[in-house]
């Protein structure tokens, strides 16, 4: 079973339907206990093949929790530009065409994108949901990371990117018959409903709010921070799509690469519905495992309880204008 975004080396002109789209409005799924695994991978050069198979390889070696009983992820997750070299000269190079366009046309053998082929496969083998292509739920990054800071940093992504146009979230335990037919799939635990977005996404806070609104127990941001940006808002964003919404709030960045032409900040983290951080990580290659307690979701919103004091009659709601 698995989740997949999609592929980060995403060009124009290559089309990711949302097949998830027809179960989105159904009832959120109970909210349980469950492991999450942030993998901040390293060592993504500018061989493709070997980027996918150490991606694998660190899938897996997350999968396997930390030996002990009950440590296995329920659900793992990769950073942005797991594939490739981060930076908006490398994408149209590494792009790769899904081929299909509706759901139920999906065929993963005969899939022309390598990072398709790995990914589904390794998220059965593991067997947990994947957050890491383009499969199951798509998200295509809303806001494009446009930025001009002067003697610091200069970052265009709308050069070679076209951002995406819809809200997405996904619930675990449904599958949809494609993943039935074409991979064997079985319908798996149901746990919680996940609001996704993309790195310069967590700066708009609308995509939070309307996630939250629309049931999402815990927000995932695979994301790529600089080591300006990094230091200034990778924490302080996080904390706050979390207090605001009062939900779980997770980014998962790369490893830094010194010798890379992008220097990510790594510090992937889970921050819970009070603010407070889960669980950090370092700068290089790690995993972070997280159990989350829906218990504390529960006591945020009851001892603190913005979600039923919001002034719709002073202010609109933005989840009404989807």
């Not at 981060?86 to 999906?106: S, V």
């Not at 941001?221 to 997770?250: C, I, K, M």
Request: with cysteine; net charge neutral.
């Amino acid at each position: 079973m698995f989740f997949m975004r999609r592929l980060s080396t995403a060009a124009p002109g290559i089309f990711f339907p949302n097949p998830f789209q027809r179960y989105r409005m159904s009832t959120a799924p109970s909210f349980k206990p469950f492991k999450l695994a942030l993998i901040q991978l390293g060592g993504v050069g500018p061989d493709k093949s070997a980027n996918l198979k150490h991606a694998r390889e660190m899938i897996l070696k997350a999968a396997e929790g930390d030996g002990s009983a009950g440590s296995k992820p329920s659900l793992v997750v990769l950073p942005e530009c797991f594939n490739s070299p981060y930076g908006h000269a490398h994408f149209p190079t590494y792009a790769e065409t899904i081929g299909f366009t509706k759901a139920d046309d999906i065929e993963v053998q005969t899939c022309k994108s390598e990072s398709v082929k790995m990914l589904s496969s390794t998220a059965r083998e593991a067997n947990v949901w994947l957050v890491g292509g383009a499969l199951v739920a798509t998200h295509r990054k809303v806001h494009l990371f446009d930025i001009d800071i002067p003697g610091k940093i200069t970052f265009k992504e709308s050069e070679t990117l076209t951002g995406g146009s819809s809200l997405n979230f996904f619930d675990t335990g449904n599958h949809p018959s494609f993943l039935t037919k074409s991979l064997g799939a079985n319908r798996g635990p149901e746990f919680a409903r996940i609001g996704l977005g993309i790195c310069y996404d967590v700066r708009f806070p609308e995509l939070a709010m309307i996630s939250a609104r629309k049931g999402c127990h815990v927000l995932i941001y695979p994301g790529a921070f600089n080591l300006t940006t990094g230091p200034l808002h990778w924490s302080l964003l996080q904390r706050a799509r979390a207090v605001d919404n009062q939900v779980f709030f997770a980014m998962c960045s790369p490893a830094r690469d010194m010798n890379a032409g992008y220097h990510a900040w790594g510090h992937s983290m889970v921050v819970d519905p009070f603010g407070k951080i889960l669980a950090e990580a370092e700068v290089g290659e790690s995993v972070v495992q997280v159990s989350i307690d829906p218990t504390v979701l529960y006591d945020a919103r009851a001892g603190i309880p913005v979600t039923t004091q919001r002034r719709f009659d002073v202010y609109p709601d933005v989840n009404n204008a989807q």
